[in-house]
């Protein structure tokens, strides 16, 4: 059930996903204290064999208070070679996105599930996600965003546990960890198929009203969204 400042939206209540604590599958990870430390343990993984191939770590880059928070795939080729997330040709499009909603990239946090680039782009293997999972996990519980835009098929069915295609998932409001996420195409894919930009404007426009309309329940209550 959402609660009353979220069904003041007026839109369909999707998926409540989250259960996953960091402590019972990772808890090395669960101590970590900052998105700093979480970084310096992801440079050194090992947990799955993708740091083999790939040439630098891209944990993750942005504002580590922010209330807005972004989760993709996996690296690009870019993205491996910088040790940055979302530089490449999709990473200018969603800066763009971003700016259309009065976001900048030092107003949000940005992230992948997976933290190494697969090679030659090819999609997560279950493996994978589940090694980087709890760094995943661990990042959103350390950032405490008031919003997730979820970008991509993988990142919207690895954070709410799902098979569901990501059409399906779109125009509603899951939770995740009780914090509202939002689904929508990856900027690469709207690079493939112009016609996804139409919806992805809608889906942004609704993650800026729920951010809107979290700060505001936060302003009257005085504690918090909750």
Known sequence: MLPPWLEALGVPAGLEAGRLRVADVAPHVAALPSLEHVANLVAGCTACTLHKTARHPVPGEGNPQAEFLCVGEAPGASEDELGRPFVGEAGQLLTKILGAIQLTRD??????????????????LPEEVL????????????????????????????????STAIGALRGKLHRYQSVPLIVTYHPAALL???????????????????LDAARAAGEASGNGTE
């Open 107 to 124: 107003d949000v946090y940005i992230c992948n599930v997976l933290k190494h680039r697969p090679p030659g782009n090819r999609d997560p």
């Open 192 to 210: 493939r198929n112009e016609s996804w930009k139409r919806p992805t404007w809608e889906d942004v426009k609704l993650a800026r009203r729920v």
């Open 131 to 162: 090694a980087c999972q709890p760094y995943l996990v661990r990042q959103i519980e350390l950032v405490r965003p008031k919003v997730i835009l979820a970008l991509g098929r993988f990142a919207a069915q690895t954070l709410l546990q799902t």
